[in-house]
């Protein structure tokens, strides 16, 4: 036995004793669960179920044992599907859903049940299976351009996602009376009641599963970076197309079956890796074994925790699997991701005053635009100064907290990009905003009828409290920036799960949430609005100092520390500005995130490539786009009001998606 | 003839059979603008028009009864109401519920806001609903209306009541399809519980509520509980699908199908007032007479 072939089953030893345990303790509760059924049934019932009459068994013949395969079934898709995507796009937070997969599968559904109920009859799998391909394909195109550089492709994945959760938001705040199938379905129930599931998903995976055997070999060559595959004459792009291919028909069968569910394929990979299986054929065969025994494990933790199906186990999966993510976070391999975020370098303008006056006149004709013009019982109006005067008092505060909320996104994003040199991060990957959410959709629910003060301490404790995880996981590994998005992004994976349940339950306080959650500025007050202007100018002073780190952090950890600056402090006194602006933005009009990912891309585009240049950029621009998005809330369904913070991405998702292509031409 | 077309005659007859209160609409001085479906429908059984309303055409689409008064201005959303709309009507009260109490505020700056409290998760509903409505007449400056709305909704369910007297004793359990593979059971701090308490019928599902309306979403499974209790099943807002669900086999071997002792209403909007719960009654009260002629 050679070392290197002990060391591979040492590895393969810890695999299998990982997935062991997870079984073990899933097999326990299972059999807990049955005992009392299996002691008083009938076996002859189980052998001949087609004469049932037996409800017992009816009920574990059609109910019990389908779920139990169907747990098995969907877990190991997902591992499988997470573990192509982390080797192909070398990022360990990519998952099924990065491409957009399920996005689009679940706006597809959305919009048919609406529109065209009818093709539901056909089959909602076809259906999504149509969204989920829709919206990869897209994603695929925005990055074809830049031979589907790994880090294009989950941009533009995030992008699309982002878009289509955004689009079905709206439709959801307009009919979320009827829609509550579509979101328990959207949030993974893994409920059986005959066998059909299954056999419309076993042999779809199974041709997948082959297909991805086939590809095995070529992808552990393409371990070895582009050129050195190209050189070994590997098709790089095609066999990277053909297994994100695999990877998405395998999260669309999945999601098409029995809905989307969380973080099995981010989890099952990072614990197959963390066992030891880190070679790609190892990860092939652990990661989907692992994913099939976490499910397992979660679905019969959800049954027996809650006897009625309150809580979706895809939901479960987000509120187990993220903790878990978290307390792993530490004990991760610091990967060593080559940063091609800049590798297309925008022309730097010669005139950056030019730009600032061209985007000052154009914050003050928005201004006046949102303040002056507007739809009334009558229809459009321009108002005059005694019509706009009775206005005011609404429209200023909606404004200039527009204004405020936007600039202040738009600097954090900054900050947080220039820090991580993370293209993908934004304000709501660092967890601020959904730690914010997260107590203000608790309260709502919990205080029968809870006060505007309640909602407010509420937020801010959400707040606090995530910013102190995120400093404590920070301080424990001096601030990675990897290990700081995976724990955003966790963070945010149980927030968006927790709506999900929300939504699903109909209940009529989702009426106030929905708005809420997805950026809206009707709340405010002339007290709330100046104190979001007092933070804005003054956290935008407050970044201004700080323009050195900001130009040489992106450059690396060892550029940065040959100059000599702390690491540590540097970065933390940059998350603690960021998070704080964050907070005070999310408090005031609640979660946003488009902006704060949008605006520095676009003050980077136009050329402003300076730190304090592009600071003042994005502020101006997010400004802007989120008085747009509320001035165009108000008024396109008027009297019905689509909260600014979806409207921003709607507007701002396909402008982002063009200067994408334009990079790439 | 489908299914549907059925369900559509029996709501239409349960329609013709409400004895709709035929106040006229007098002048009421107060100008008022109802925040949510339940106070809607509790004005307009009242005969009292409101100078606006929220989400009207969904209000048409998923209550539907009593329908809204011509001339009501739409103001939006029942969760995010347009301000500057409301600020222009300058109304005189506003109705809300509790689960709305964020934007008190903020209504507050328009216009005196008076609180409902319909639903609490637990305790009787149809009590609250009674005195929501008394409280709403005596807002708007004629308690007869509401005290007659009251009385009248009482002389239903106890009419109905006797009507059903020795059709059937079973439990029942009363399940709403939303998707392909959960119903949703309702139980205690529903309204629909508390119309099954005053018509001397039981509820063959005890469970807790998980939902502030008083239900919860279960399996099919939990329907096989009790093997004796019949099945009502509220047919589901149209959009939603659930023809898998009584396609699967699990639904063909549950007690109370395979024994045919189910039956099925037209959609109910279940977070109503007392209109919703006279409108449930009555179609219940048939469906049940229909369904179990002799004491089965």
């Not at chain 1, 909260?643 to 402008?655: E, H, K, R």
């Not at chain 2, 949510?36 to 929220?54: D, H, K, N, Q, V």
């Not at chain 2, 399996?219 to 699967?248: F, M, W």
């Given at each position: ?112 049940t609406l529109?065209?109920p ?59 009376q009827y ?487 | 003839?489908?299914?549907r077309?059925?369900l559509r ?52 689409r998923l ?172 047919a589901s807002p149209e959009l939603a699908p659930h ?23 037209p959609a ?29």
């Amino acid at each position: 036995m050679t070392a290197e072939s002990r060391i591979a089953a040492h590895n393969a030893g810890r695999s299998s004793l990982l997935a062991l345990a997870l079984a073990t303790a899933a097999a326990g509760i299972m059999y807990g669960h049955l005992h009392d059924v299996l002691q008083t049934m009938d076996w002859r019932h189980v052998l001949a179920p087609f004469q049932v009459d037996d409800i017992d068994a009816a009920i574990l013949y059609y109910s019990t044992l389908p779920r139990f395969v169907m747990s098995l079934l969907a877990g190991a898709a997902l591992g499988l599907a997470g573990a192509i995507f982390q080797h192909t796009l070398r990022n360990p937070l990519a998952e099924p859903t990065t491409l957009g997969a399920s996005a689009g599968a679940q706006l597809a559904l959305t919009a048919a049940t609406l529109y065209a109920p009818a093709l539901l009859g056909a089959g909602r799998e076809w259906i999504a299976l149509g969204g989920a391909a829709g919206a990869t394909v897209l994603v695929v195109a925005i990055a074809l351009g830049r031979t589907l550089a790994p880090l294009a492709l989950i941009l533009a994945g995030l992008v699309v996602s982002l878009l289509c959760g955004t689009i079905v938001s709206i439709l959801t705040l307009f009919h979320w009376q009827y829609l509550s199938s579509l979101f328990v379905w959207g949030s993974g129930s893994l409920i059986q009641h005959d066998w059909g599931k299954v056999t419309y998903l076993l042999p779809r995976l199974a041709v997948v599963v082959v297909a991805v055997g086939f590809l095995a070999r070529p992808l552990a060559v393409m371990t070895l970076d582009d050129a050195g595959a190209r050189n070994l004459g590997l098709a790089t792009r095609t066999i990277r197309l053909l297994a994100l291919t695999a990877a998405v028909a395998l999260a669309a069968f999945v999601v098409s079956a029995v809905g989307v569910i969380a973080f099995i394929g981010l989890a099952a990979p990072a614990l197959a890796r963390l066992s030891g299986a880190r070679r790609v054929h190892e990860q092939l065969i652990w990661a989907p074994l692992i994913g099939a025994m976490l499910l397992w494990l979660t679905d019969q933790l959800v049954q027996s925790l809650w006897t009625t199906a309150v809580v979706p186990t895809g939901t479960a999966t987000a509120f187990l699997g993220a903790p878990l993510l978290l307390w792993l976070l530490p004990r991760l391999r610091e990967t060593a991701t080559p940063n091609t975020s800049d590798d297309a370098p925008q022309p730097r303008t010669a005139r950056p005053h030019l730009i600032g006056g061209i985007a000052l006149a154009l914050l003050a004709l928005v201004l006046w635009t949102a303040l002056d013009v507007g739809q009334g019982p009558h229809g459009w109006t321009v108002s005059n100064w005694d019509v706009l005067q009775p206005l005011l008092p609404w429209r200023g505060p909606r404004v200039m907290a527009a204004l405020s909320a936007g600039a202040m996104l738009a600097v954090a994003g900054t900050l947080i990009q220039r820090m991580t040199g993370n293209p993908m991060a934004s304000p709501e990957v660092l967890g601020i905003s959904s730690g914010a959410s997260l107590g203000v959709v608790l309260t709502i629910f919990a205080v029968v009828a809870p006060d505007k003060t309640l909602v407010f301490a509420a937020a801010t404790a959400g707040s606090l409290a995530t910013l102190f995880a995120m400093l404590m996981l920070g301080h424990r590994n001096a601030f990675s920036p990897e290990r700081l998005l995976l724990a955003g992004i966790a963070l945010g994976t149980i927030f968006s799960a927790l709506v999900a349940v929300l939504v699903a339950t109909g209940d009529p306080r989702v009426a106030v949430v929905l708005p809420w959650v997805s950026g809206s500025t009707d709340r405010v007050t002339s007290t709330d609005a100046w104190a979001a202007l007092a933070i804005a100018a003054g956290g935008l002073l407050l970044v201004l100092p700080t323009a050195r780190w900001l130009a040489i952090l992106p450059l690396g950890d060892s550029t940065a520390r040959s100059v000599g600056i702390n690491l540590r402090i540097s970065r933390l006194l940059l998350l603690v500005l960021a998070a704080t602006l964050t907070a005070a933005a999310t408090l005031i009009i609640g979660a946003l995130s488009f902006v704060g990912l949008i605006a520095p891309h676009m003050a980077r585009m136009c050329g402003l490539q300076q730190p304090l240049a592009q600071l003042v950029g994005a502020a101006v621009l997010g400004a802007v786009i989120l008085i747009v998005a509320d001035w165009l809330g108000r008024n396109l369904m008027f009297p019905y009001q689509i909260p600014a913070g979806l409207l921003a991405t709607v507007v701002g998702g396909p402008y982002f998606i063009l200067l994408m292509r334009r990079k790439a031409a | 003839m489908t299914r549907r077309t059925v369900l559509r005659m029996m709501a239409a007859c349960a329609a013709a059979t409400l004895p709709v209160c035929r106040v006229l609409a007098a002048p009421i001085g107060r100008r008022v603008v109802s925040l949510t479906w339940a106070t809607s429908e509790t004005l307009f059984a009242m005969g009292i028009r409101p100078a606006a309303a929220a989400e009207i055409p969904g209000y048409q689409r998923l209550v539907g009864q009593p329908p809204t008064p011509p001339g009501v201005i739409d103001v939006g959303l029942q969760g995010a109401p347009n301000l500057e709309l409301l600020a222009t009507i300058a109304p005189d009260l506003i109705l809300i519920q509790p689960w709305q109490a964020g934007l008190r505020p903020q209504l507050e700056r328009c216009a005196p806001v008076a609180m409902l409290t319909i639903y609490a998760g637990s305790g009787d509903t149809y009590e609250r609903a009674c005195n929501a409505t008394r409280r709403i007449g005596q807002l708007m400056g004629c308690p007869e209306r509401g005290a007659r709305l009251v009385q009248h909704t009482d002389d239903s369910l106890s009419l109905l009541r006797r009507r059903l007297a020795g059709h059937t004793a079973r439990p029942l359990y009363l399940a709403q399809m939303i998707d392909d593979n959960s119903v949703t059971l309702f139980s205690r701090g529903s309204l629909f519980q508390a119309v099954l308490d005053r018509l001397g019928l039981r509820n063959a599902w005890s469970g807790a509520p998980d939902l502030l309306w008083g239900g919860s979403r279960v399996g099919l499974d939990k329907l096989a509980a009790d093997p004796d209790a019949a099945l009502v099943l509220i047919a589901s807002p149209e959009l939603a699908p659930h023809e898998t669900l009584t396609r699967s086999a699990l639904w063909r071997r549950l007690p109370a199908v395979h024994q045919r002792r189910f039956v099925e209403l037209p959609a109910v909007w279940a977070f109503g007032a007392l209109p919703t719960a006279e409108h449930f009654a009555h179609l219940l009260t048939a469906a049940l007479i229909r369904n179990f002629t002799h004491d089965g």
